[in-house]
């Protein structure tokens, strides 16, 4: 005859016990049972048919004795996410609490014991001679009334970031652009010089159809630059300034509204804040010049990073074909991303397109053209190496002087030397570009995980095309606010240090321009002091970036809060 059959519907003696528990423990029953596929009804359905639901809705794994067990959910590790677990489990009354990582827990506790359940997740019994009110707040913690007839109505921890932090950041935003447009027309140094004298420039020739930058000429900048410089000119000549002021605001309030999100996200609310005292600080130049533009594209980037991985570098790569700088991010997101194939083909793709378009326009060799210009650039007041020769400038140097280039419209300075660091700076500023990437590649391999690995590696690179650059304009400060708000988002506390660095090299890159930009010209000693200070700030937050990507294999400091990202996903 054989064995017979063993009975697996196990359903009624676990329902039995599990009210059981109910009764003896006098509080709402536990979320884990170890009945036999106990539907969230508390009825049994057969191995054919759907997957039975434990009482938190959770699917139950099929054991091969006839077992269901809750299938623990995958761990949500974005900022907030404990928040929103919390919430979760307090606007649902028959369920009891969770305990760390999401976890169910029931405690046998004597009758009449109720449970408090503490904000961080840990939970404690509360014996029944306490003295503590029914449906009483407690702190932080709320006692259910098991009385009522509708749950204890429980404010989340997310809701609790809602809609007033958010508008008043809005206020916010306003607020500083108007008082940044303001500046521009206002303060001295003629902050808008590029804007209505070189920009304008461009424009009106291409309207007038003597020559397009770019197309007929060689240009300064990459091909896609040209398209907000002559959008600019939508409202007519006497407008473009403001035009152009309006564009860079628009992109700014679209950055600004992908940050903020849902206006829940404590750390969006941190970083949005961040990135309004950094304007604030950086002054005029933070809208007046073509980088405000990259700097916007780049910031929606690095939020797409985290979950649109392909869009982002799209988003990128146009970015870089309107000024270079952006290529950094890109490099980056192919050191540290397991989607290397993405990154490639969306880099490729959407620079073919580019390059397509302009070579149908007739372009010919001059889409390429930004990169010789580039090259033969002198050494500016401004940049890092400058400040060897502006030393010697404020010391009265024979043989060293300040001087204004009227084909590149910039001021750069030339003495003893100069002519060999002019020649040295571009390859040195490639190697050095390749030494950061080296570095990343071998954390990488070591295995560092994405979401600790790409912020600080983007600092770095963006820091080295900076401080390694003979160009120091200073709307190139702008470039850092996105990788700043990128640590921010994803580790949290851990960026407290570097981003409180970059505000103050903000404050005095405004010091320098527009203000006193007069005391640099003629290079006075106190100037040219601000401006090492600036300049060795910069170079410690490199080392910083640096150290963080060498350490980036080492477990999660407590204080980092971070996010886990696409880049890390098999």
């Given at each position: 005859m054989g064995r017979p059959r063993r009975n697996r519907s196990r359903g009624h003696g676990a329902a039995q016990g599990f009210h059981h528990l109910r009764r003896i423990a006098g509080r709402r029953p536990p979320l884990r049972h170890r009945g036999a596929g106990l539907a969230g009804d508390g009825r049994f359905r057969g191995r054919s048919g759907r997957h039975p639901r434990s009482p938190d809705g959770h699917a139950l794994r099929r054991h091969r004795h006839g077992r269901g067990r809750p299938r623990r959910p995958r761990r949500d590790r974005r900022p907030g996410a404990c928040a929103r677990r919390r919430a979760s489990v307090e606007r649902r009354p028959d369920h009891g609490p969770r305990r760390g990582r999401g976890r169910p827990r029931h405690d046998r506790g004597p009758p009449g014991a109720d449970l408090r359940w503490a904000a961080r997740g840990r939970a404690r019994l509360i014996g029944p001679g306490e003295p503590i009110g029914v449906g009483a707040d407690v702190g932080k913690l709320r006692v259910p009334d098991p009385t009522a007839s509708k749950p204890t109505p429980v404010p989340t921890p997310a809701a609790g970031l809602g809609a007033a932090p958010r508008a008043t950041l809005w206020a916010g935003f306003v607020l500083v652009h108007v008082v940044l447009v303001l500046l521009c027309f206002l303060a001295p140094g003629w902050p808008l010089g590029d804007v209505q004298k070189v920009y304008f420039g461009w424009a009106r020739d291409a309207v007038a159809g003597t020559s397009v930058v770019g197309i007929d000429t060689g240009f300064v900048y990459p091909?896609?630059?040209?398209?907000?410089?002559l959008a600019s000119l939508a409202f007519g000549p006497a407008f473009y300034a403001a035009t152009w002021l309006g564009i860079v605001t628009?992109?700014?309030?679209?950055?600004?509204?992908?940050?903020?999100?849902?206006?829940?996200?404590?750390?969006?609310?941190?970083?949005?804040?961040?990135?309004?005292?950094?304007?604030?600080?950086?002054?005029?130049?933070?809208?007046?010049?073509?980088?405000?533009?990259?700097?916007?594209?780049?910031?929606?980037?690095?939020?797409?990073?985290?979950?649109?991985?392909f869009a982002a570098t799209v988003l990128l790569t146009v970015a870089t074909w309107v000024k270079v700088w952006p290529i950094a991010l890109v490099a980056a997101l192919f050191v540290?991303?397991?989607?290397?194939?993405?990154?490639?083909?969306?880099?490729?793709?959407?620079?073919?397109a580019i390059i397509a378009v302009a070579l149908g326009l007739?372009?010919?060799?001059?889409?390429?053209?930004?990169?010789?210009?580039?090259?033969?650039?002198?050494?500016?007041?401004?940049?890092?190496?400058?400040?060897?020769?502006?030393?010697?400038?404020?010391?009265?140097?024979?043989?060293?002087?300040?001087?204004?280039?009227r084909q590149i419209l910039t001021y750069q300075v030339i003495?003893?030397?100069?002519?060999?660091?002019?020649?040295?700076?571009?390859?040195?500023?490639?190697?050095?570009?390749?030494?950061?990437?080296?570095?990343?590649?071998?954390?990488?391999?070591?295995?560092?995980?994405?979401?600790?690995?790409y912020p600080p590696l983007v600092l770095a690179l963006v820091l080295t095309l900076i401080l390694a650059n003979k160009v120091g304009s200073p709307q190139f400060v702008g470039w850092i606010a996105a990788p700043v708000i990128l640590g921010l988002l994803v580790r949290g506390r851990g960026w407290r240090m570097p981003a409180v660095l970059v505000l103050a090299i903000a404050a005095l890159t405004q010091l320098v321009y527009p203000y006193l930009y007069q005391w640099l010209l003629v290079a006075d000693p106190f100037m040219v002091l601000v401006l090492t200070l600036r300049n060795l700030l910069e170079v410690v937050l490199l080392g910083w970036a640096l150290r963080q990507v060498w350490r980036s294999t080492v477990e999660s400091d407590p204080s980092a809060t971070p996010a886990r990202l696409p880049m890390t996903a098999p």
């Open positions: 091909i896609l630059a040209f398209v907000p410089i628009l992109l700014n309030g679209i950055a600004f509204a992908f940050l903020l999100g849902r206006g829940r996200n404590r750390a969006a609310l941190l970083a949005a804040g961040w990135w309004l005292a950094f304007l604030v600080l950086l002054g005029p130049i933070a809208l007046a010049r073509i980088d405000a533009v990259t700097a916007a594209m780049a910031l929606v980037a690095v939020i797409w990073v985290r979950s649109r991985p540290a991303s397991r989607r290397r194939w993405q990154v490639t083909l969306a880099l490729a793709g959407t620079s073919a007739g372009s010919g060799p001059n889409v390429f053209s930004f990169v010789t210009e580039q090259t033969n650039r002198g050494i500016q007041i401004e940049s890092p190496v400058g400040g060897i020769w502006m030393w010697q400038a404020a010391l009265r140097v024979p043989g060293t002087v300040v001087y204004y280039d003495g003893t030397g100069t002519n060999v660091a002019i020649a040295l700076m571009t390859p040195l500023l490639v190697l050095a570009v390749a030494a950061v990437l080296l570095l990343g590649w071998q954390a990488r391999r070591r295995g560092a995980a994405g979401d600790r690995l």
